[in-house]
């Protein structure tokens, strides 16, 4: 068994990360198209259906606060395996749902589930990859995962011309089976130091972080740019299939601009930091991310019926988010290797406790015009923009 493990120089590494890193946007992106005919089967509406996104978002952040803890006691691969079994199991709750209050449970469940792949993914990354590495392998990472959102959109709209509903959240369930093999069978185990379960240990790992303001600004400027992409998918379906009249089939095709995009700035951020420091690409990518949600904002009052009106500022918003997360999120764990799991399930908790409170606010006010996004996402972008640039100002002062 230990021979087939993979070395960390073996590609299929940074390709079976990616994979884990998926499990989180397959989860959001593949039931979009389903959204506007589970609101007509559920009976409900709007705000209740934005509520199935922040539940997830809700179980996927709180249960960093335990998956990071529990990581670095007994090791990287045992809580992957439990945590994806949790997942496989909420996709199946979710498929057999019969009321919206018992999709909510189990999309709560789905999101803790879901939340072992993409923080441990990072906390792996840092374990293997080291401090400087690890913003290089995540932008790779970051550049594969983005097939992720080019394909599940697409896929659900297809299996939705076949199949009802359910069948996106079986299809769910198939994927994380078939990751929890991979995963026996080839993920080696990294974690490099046993942590302590002892609450006094735990409270004294995450009091190190919560006083540390860099991580914290780093953190939170990350978490709002990730916010973004949220309120857009959360809002997606409602604005393109119900709005604009584009057909669930060729719902997928929308994400394209976004996803090449996000590759885009994935593989640009890898191919910038082999010249320049984390903090520079971080800062240019929130630039890049509010000039693409003033545009998003003169764009959809100029040109409100127009699809790519919407599409292109968006595209632009996602190729800032490929440069700002992977630098994000390397600097934050770069002063924690020996807590890098608690440290990677802070951050993550931060990120999607913002991003379900944003999509749930924005979800509260879309009715019948996109308007309420495109005002949440600037406000959002505005806010990063205010905190990138302290970030870069305390980074200025205790750099040598």
């Known amino acids: 068994m230990a ?4 070395h960390p120089d073996s590609p299929w590494l940074l390709a079976l990360l990616a994979a884990l890193v998926a499990l989180g946007p397959l989860s959001v992106d593949m039931y979009l198209p389903a959204m506007p ?22 179980g996927f952040a709180i249960f960093h606060l335990a998956c990071g803890p529990l990581a670095d006691r007994f090791g990287r691969k045992p809580v992957l395996l439990a945590g994806t079994l949790l997942f496989v199991a909420a996709c199946a709750g979710c498929s057999r749902s019969d009321t919206i209050g018992e999709l909510l449970l189990f999309r709560f469940l789905q999101g803790i589930g879901a939340c072992v792949g993409p923080t441990l ?13 690890a913003a290089r392998a995540l932008s790779l990472i970051a550049m594969m995962m983005a097939l992720a959102p080019a394909i599940a959109p697409t896929a659900g709209g297809v299996l939705l011309l076949i199949l009802p509903w359910p069948s996106v959240f079986i299809f769910l369930a198939v994927y994380g089976a078939v990751m929890m093999g991979l995963i026996q069978v ?4 990294s974690l490099p130091v046993i942590q302590s379960l002892h609450p006094r240990v735990i409270a004294r790992n995450y009091g190190e972080l919560l006083v540390d303001p860099f991580f914290l600004t780093v953190t939170i400027t990350s978490g709002l740019v990730y916010s973004g992409l949220m309120v857009y998918l959360a809002s997606s379906s409602f604005i393109f299939i119900d709005m604009l009249g584009v057909p669930p089939q060729y719902f997928g095709l929308i994400f394209l601009g976004s996803v090449v995009g996000y590759m885009g700035g994935s593989a640009l951020s890898a191919r910038l930091s082999r010249q320049h420091d984390s903090e520079q690409i971080m800062r240019q990518g929130v630039f890049l991310a509010t000039a693409a949600s003033g545009l998003l904002l003169v764009s959809s009052y ?3 019926d127009s699809v790519l009106a919407l599409l292109l500022p ?7 988010m490929g440069l700002v997360l992977p630098h994000a999120m390397a600097i934050a764990l770069r002063p924690f290797a020996h807590i890098a799991g608690t440290a990677s399930a802070l951050l993550g908790f931060i990120q999607m406790s913002l991003a379900a409170g944003a999509s749930a606010i924005t979800g509260m006010f879309l009715t019948t015009t996109p308007k309420p996004m495109v005002w949440m996402l600037l406000a959002i ?5 205010f905190l990138g640039l302290r970030a870069h100002a305390l980074y200025s002062r205790t750099k040598p």
Not at 121 to 133: E, H, I, L, N, S
Not at 381 to 385: E, Y
């Open 314 to 320: 968006l595209m632009l918003y996602s190729t800032a």
């Open 381 to 385: 972008a505005l806010t990063s923009l």
């Open 37 to 58: 005919s589970m609101m007509r089967a559920f009976d409900t509406d709007i705000s209740q259906m934005h509520l199935t996104l922040s539940s997830y978002l809700t």
């Open 302 to 304: 100029r040109w409100p």
């Open 121 to 133: 993914a990072r906390a792996v990354a840092r374990d293997v990859f080291g401090p400087t590495g």
């Open 3 to 6: 021979r087939r493990q993979l």
């Open 186 to 189: 080839y993920l080696p185990e």
